[in-house]
C-alpha cells in the first residue's frame, strides 16, 4: 500500500553540473561527461533506495534539462539558430532551438542511462519523457507552420523511444506535461491525443504528470496570481480520467487544489503531490501522513501513491535528500495508520 515514487528529476552533484540552475552547463566533456552522467545515475539510484523510495527514477542525471534532453536526439532541430521565447504562455522567457525541417529520431536517446539503471536496480523503474505539448510550448517552429502538427510530429518520435525504452526493462514510462495547466481547452482539443499518440504499442504503465511547475521564482510569483482555488486540473482531470493512460502525476502538498477535485480521476492511479519542491522546508512524517489521510476521501488507497509535486533538479542536494526520507517515512506512517 503507497507505493512511493518521485516526479523524475534529483539535483545533480556539483562536480557534474553547476547547482541550483535549469539548464545548467555540464563541468566535463567528452568520456569524461559520459561516465560522470553514470556515476551521478548511480548515487541518484542510491539515494532514492537509502530513502525507502519504490519506484525510482535514473534522476534525469544525463539531461541538462527535462525537454531538451530529448531534443538533443531529434533531427530537424536547429541548436545554433535559437531565439527567445515565452514559455507557458509568456510566464517567463528562454532562449530555444528551432525546429527547420521533418522531424525523426537520430537514434536512442536514453538507452545509456535507462540500461544502466535497469542493472543496478531491483525496484520497478520509472523513466520521464516530455510531452508532447510541453515540447512544443518550449521550442521555436520555423518549418510546420501548425502547432498540432508539430506536436504529433513529435509523438511519432516519442512513442519510437517509449517502446525501445519498455523493452529495455522500464516499467513506467512517464510523459511530463506541465503545459497541461496552462492551455487546458487544447488539452481536450488534441492534447490527450498527442499523449495517445506517444503511448501507441505500449504494455508497461504509463503516466503522465501535470504540475504547476519547478521551484523558480517565475512559477512561485505566477502561483502567487491564481488565487485561493487553484482550479486548472477541474478542466482536465475529466479528460484524463477517460484517456487511456493508467496514471495522474499531479500537485497538492502546499498548493491551493481542493482536494476535492481527485474524485474526477477515479480509475486511475493518482501520484500524489505530498512534498513541495519550491520550499527548503523539508516536510515531517506526520505532515506526509496526514495529507495521505486526507487524500484518501477521494482516491481508493490501493490508487494512491505518494510522490514529489514536481522535479527536483533545481534544488539543494543536501535538502532533496532530507525531502526524500521524509517521503519514505511519511508513506510507512501512513501505511501503519490507515492500512
Same mark, same amino acid.
Given at each position: 500500500? &503507497?507505493?512511493?515514487?518521485?516526479?523524475?528529476?534529483?539535483?545533480?552533484?556539483?562536480?557534474?553540473?553547476?547547482?541550483?540552475?535549469?539548464?545548467?552547463?555540464?563541468?566535463?566533456?567528452?568520456?569524461?561527461?559520459?561516465?560522470?552522467?553514470?556515476?551521478?545515475?548511480?548515487?541518484?539510484?542510491?539515494?532514492?533506495?537509502?530513502?525507502?523510495?519504490?519506484?525510482?527514477?535514473?534522476?534525469?542525471?544525463?539531461?541538462?534539462?527535462?525537454?531538451?534532453?530529448?531534443?538533443?536526439?531529434?533531427?530537424?532541430?536547429?541548436?545554433?539558430?535559437?531565439?527567445?521565447?515565452?514559455?507557458?504562455?509568456?510566464?517567463?522567457?528562454?532562449?530555444?532551438?528551432?525546429?527547420?525541417?521533418?522531424?525523426?529520431?537520430?537514434?536512442?536517446?536514453?538507452?545509456?542511462?535507462?540500461?544502466?539503471?535497469?542493472?543496478?536496480?531491483?525496484?520497478?523503474?520509472?523513466?520521464?519523457?516530455?510531452?508532447?505539448?510541453?515540447?512544443?510550448?518550449?521550442?521555436?517552429?520555423?518549418?510546420?507552420?501548425?502547432?498540432?502538427?508539430?506536436?504529433?510530429?513529435?509523438?511519432?518520435?516519442?512513442?519510437?523511444?517509449?517502446?525501445?525504452?519498455?523493452?529495455?526493462?522500464?516499467?513506467?514510462?512517464?510523459?511530463?506535461?506541465?503545459? &497541461?495547466?496552462?492551455?487546458?481547452?487544447?488539452?481536450?482539443?488534441?492534447?490527450?491525443?498527442?499523449?495517445?499518440?506517444?503511448?501507441?504499442?505500449?504494455?508497461?504503465?504509463?503516466?503522465?504528470?501535470?504540475?504547476?511547475?519547478?521551484?523558480?521564482?517565475?512559477?512561485?510569483?505566477?502561483?502567487?496570481?491564481?488565487?485561493?482555488?487553484?482550479?486548472?486540473?477541474?478542466?482536465? &482531470?475529466?479528460?484524463?480520467?477517460?484517456?487511456?493512460?493508467?496514471?495522474?502525476?499531479?500537485?497538492?502538498?502546499?498548493?491551493?487544489?481542493?482536494?476535492?477535485?481527485?474524485?474526477?480521476?477515479?480509475?486511475?492511479?493518482?501520484?500524489?503531490?505530498?512534498?513541495?519542491?519550491?520550499?527548503?522546508?523539508?516536510?515531517?512524517?506526520?505532515?506526509?501522513?496526514?495529507?495521505?489521510?486526507?487524500?484518501?476521501?477521494?482516491?481508493?488507497?490501493?490508487?494512491?501513491?505518494?510522490?514529489?509535486?514536481?522535479?527536483?533538479?533545481?534544488?539543494?542536494?543536501?535538502?532533496?535528500?532530507?525531502?526524500?526520507?521524509?517521503?519514505?517515512?511519511?508513506?510507512?506512517?501512513?501505511?501503519?495508520?490507515?492500512?
Amino acid at each position: 500500500m &503507497f507505493p512511493t515514487s518521485i516526479a523524475g528529476s534529483l539535483p545533480k552533484p556539483s562536480w557534474l553540473a553547476e547547482p541550483g540552475k535549469l539548464w545548467a552547463p555540464w563541468r566535463l566533456a567528452g568520456a569524461d561527461l559520459e561516465t560522470a552522467k553514470l556515476d551521478a545515475t548511480l548515487l541518484a539510484i542510491k539515494q532514492q533506495e537509502d530513502a525507502g523510495i519504490d519506484i525510482i527514477t535514473d534522476g534525469e542525471q544525463s539531461r541538462q534539462h527535462f525537454v531538451h534532453g530529448f531534443l538533443e536526439f531529434v533531427n530537424g532541430i536547429d541548436f545554433t539558430k535559437r531565439v527567445e521565447m515565452g514559455i507557458r504562455n509568456d510566464r517567463y522567457k528562454a532562449m530555444v532551438p528551432t525546429v527547420t525541417g521533418p522531424l525523426s529520431l537520430k537514434g536512442r536517446v536514453h538507452a545509456t542511462e535507462a540500461r544502466f539503471a535497469r542493472v543496478h536496480t531491483d525496484k520497478k523503474l520509472k523513466l520521464t519523457l516530455p510531452g508532447p505539448m510541453t515540447i512544443v510550448d518550449t521550442i521555436a517552429d520555423g518549418y510546420y507552420g501548425d502547432r498540432i502538427k508539430m506536436a504529433f510530429a513529435f509523438a511519432d518520435a516519442l512513442n519510437e523511444e517509449a517502446r525501445a525504452l519498455e523493452a529495455d526493462g522500464i516499467d513506467v514510462i512517464q510523459f511530463d506535461e506541465p503545459a &497541461f495547466n496552462v492551455y487546458m481547452d487544447e488539452v481536450a482539443e488534441w492534447g490527450i491525443a498527442a499523449l495517445h499518440r506517444a503511448i501507441a504499442g505500449l504494455n508497461c504503465t504509463t503516466a503522465v504528470h501535470i504540475c504547476y511547475g519547478y521551484g523558480i521564482q517565475a512559477n512561485v510569483e505566477w502561483k502567487a496570481t491564481l488565487g485561493t482555488a487553484w482550479r486548472q486540473y477541474e478542466q482536465i &482531470f475529466p479528460v484524463l480520467a477517460t484517456s487511456q493512460l493508467g496514471q495522474i502525476s499531479l500537485e497538492c502538498r502546499n498548493s491551493k487544489v481542493p482536494l476535492e477535485l481527485l474524485r474526477l480521476l477515479d480509475g486511475k492511479d493518482v501520484l500524489l503531490g505530498v512534498i513541495d519542491v519550491a520550499t527548503e522546508v523539508v516536510e515531517t512524517p506526520e505532515e506526509i501522513a496526514a495529507l495521505i489521510g486526507k487524500a484518501l476521501g477521494y482516491i481508493p488507497r490501493e490508487r494512491l501513491v505518494p510522490c514529489t509535486n514536481c522535479g527536483m533538479a533545481p534544488m539543494r542536494r543536501d535538502i532533496a535528500t532530507s525531502k526524500l526520507m521524509a517521503l519514505g517515512a511519511g508513506a510507512k506512517l501512513a501505511r501503519q495508520r490507515f492500512g
